[in-house]
């Protein structure tokens, strides 16, 4: 069992850069695939990027070229850079884990997320 926990959001003017990272605790973080979800007021919750245990990434083509999820093994923290960022961005955004990388919401762990808004 692991807990996600998110830090890195925060009020940005669109064209902007944030780093969001994901950390957890137990040493076994590492061994799950990891992903990042955003639910943006009045929407449902949207896939946005995952990470599986190897490395091997996939980002969602809504934000390809924007968005980059990266892990730091040693760090037990997985990362989502946002570049460019518009004010349809804002959104709270939540780490996930789990056995197998999902583009759906079937994983095991979830942090608290974190609030991203974007001023136009």
């Known amino acids: 069992q692991v807990q996600p926990v998110e830090s890195g959001g925060g009020l940005v003017q669109a064209g902007g850069s944030l780093r969001l990272s994901c950390a957890a605790a137990?040493?076994?973080?590492?061994?799950?695939?990891k992903a990042w979800f955003r639910r943006a007021p009045g929407k449902e919750r949207e896939f946005v990027a995952a990470?599986?245990?190897?490395?091997?990434?996939y980002v969602a083509s809504s934000v390809k070229g924007r968005f980059t999820i990266s892990n730091d093994n040693a760090k037990n923290t997985v990362y989502l850079e946002i570049n460019t960022l518009k004010p349809e961005d804002t959104a709270v955004y939540y780490c996930?884990?789990?056995?197998?990388?999902?583009?759906?919401?079937?994983?095991?762990?979830w942090g608290q997320g974190t609030q991203v808004t974007v001023s136009s």
């Open positions: 990470i599986s245990r190897s490395g091997i990434t």
């Open positions: 996930a884990a789990g056995s197998v990388m999902r583009t759906t919401g079937e994983y095991d762990y």
């Open positions: 137990e040493p076994t973080f590492n061994m799950y695939a």
